[in-house]
């Protein structure tokens, strides 16, 4: 009990708690370096996303207050974050440059431990994982305003990483200018899809004001830095980089609006039991056969949660699916519904079965 206690005493008994805290900090640290060992011995992935998930869930439900679920999230991101750079060093390849909105997923999934290395484009970040110089990637698969980024799903139709996890980021726009003063900005810079995500505001509030388009949401930002006239849609996270000022916060037309990134690494995860497949196929052109491409799930009960196609490059009017479903593909009746489809099929390849994502924080 602290009531009745000073000031003074009050600091003290945080201090104690705090003590109390370091040293508990410090024995985690330590059976997690000799769980470290046991999956060494074992050759298992160091990264285990369902094994997190768990974690928050548990910590979540148990937690009876004051401190709120969101914070005690963000404090246990940074406990396992730290705790698995004990165990392997972990570097994650993402599409660059820091403060985009991917760095933040790559810091919402892995946390400031891990080295987070910005890449300049989605095939570089492929690149990396698939030559073993990084252990993971994060790249942007879809916006809930804009639709499909389709960049990367071409990048799997020729690479052999697999899907280990996704990142749903809630997006958040804000104006940042050098003044934040709105009457001063006589260009606004972002990247194509920040503009077009915030077109009813500048219409509105900036109809007259040129728009420019380049590379990221963070070398907008660095534009804004370079010119006090010039304002950039970024994140918070572009504006404390830079040193920026919010001329106005929250300016994309929809306040429902996120984007999802996937992980990419090179084996799949074990089923955590609220899992996530996603598949890619081409089927043969016959009558019927976009029923036929349905009926093994829905012969099944299988849930399908998105289906997406994409134009074949090396052949006109013919398309490549990419379909995410619910359920780990070592679960009988979706495997048993895979080898069905594949009769279909031209070719199909399984992407990778994974938990489905926690909802991350705004950003």
């Not at 508990?24 to 769980?35: G, H, P, S």
């Not at 934040?180 to 505001?201: E, F, N």
């Amino acid at each position: 009990m602290t009531q009745g206690l000073n000031l003074q005493e009050l600091r003290e008994r945080i201090d104690g708690i705090d003590d109390q805290i370091l040293d508990l900090l410090n024995a985690r640290a330590t059976v997690v370096l000799d769980v470290g060992k046991a999956k060494a011995g074992e050759s298992r992935e160091f990264y285990v996303p369902s094994r997190e998930r768990a974690i928050f869930e548990r910590l979540q439900a148990r937690n009876g207050g004051p401190f709120p679920n969101e914070s005690l999230c963000r404090v246990f991101r940074e406990i396992i974050s730290a705790s698995l750079s004990l165990e392997l060093p972990m570097k994650v390849a993402f599409l660059g440059p820091q403060s985009t909105f991917t760095h933040v997923a790559a810091m919402e999934q892995f946390g400031l431990s891990a080295q987070l290395v910005a890449q300049k484009s989605i095939p570089s970040v492929f690149e990396e994982v698939e030559r073993g110089r990084a252990h993971y990637g994060v790249v942007p698969v879809e916006n809930s305003t804009e639709g499909v980024v389709n960049h990367t799903l071409d990048m799997f139709i020729g690479s052999d990483l697999k899907v280990i996890a996704e990142i749903l980021l809630e997006i958040s726009h804000d104006l940042l200018s050098q003044t934040g003063k709105l009457d001063q900005v006589q260009k606004v810079v972002s990247h194509p899809q920040a503009l077009a995500q915030c077109r009813h505001w500048l219409d509105e509030n900036l109809p007259d004001t040129p728009q420019m388009d380049v590379s990221s949401t963070a070398a907008a930002a660095q534009l804004a830095a370079e010119d006090e006239s010039v304002a950039a849609i970024a994140s918070h996270a572009a504006a404390r980089q830079y040193g920026l000022q919010v001329a106005k916060a929250k300016i994309e037309d929809n306040s429902n609006n996120f984007t999802r990134f996937l992980v990419i690494g090179r084996n799949t995860p074990e089923a955590s039991g609220r899992d996530k497949t996603s598949i890619l196929f081409s089927v043969r052109d016959e009558p019927g056969i976009l029923y036929r491409m349905l009926e093994p799930f829905s012969q099944r009960d299988i849930n399908l949660v998105k289906i997406e196609s994409r134009p074949m490059k090396q052949k006109a009017w013919e398309y490549i699916f990419f379909l995410d479903l619910v359920g780990h593909v070592e679960d009988s009746k979706i495997s048993a519904a895979i080898e069905e489809l594949r009769e279909h099929c031209h070719f199909l390849k399984v992407l990778g079965s994974y938990p489905f994502a926690v909802q991350g924080e705004k950003e």
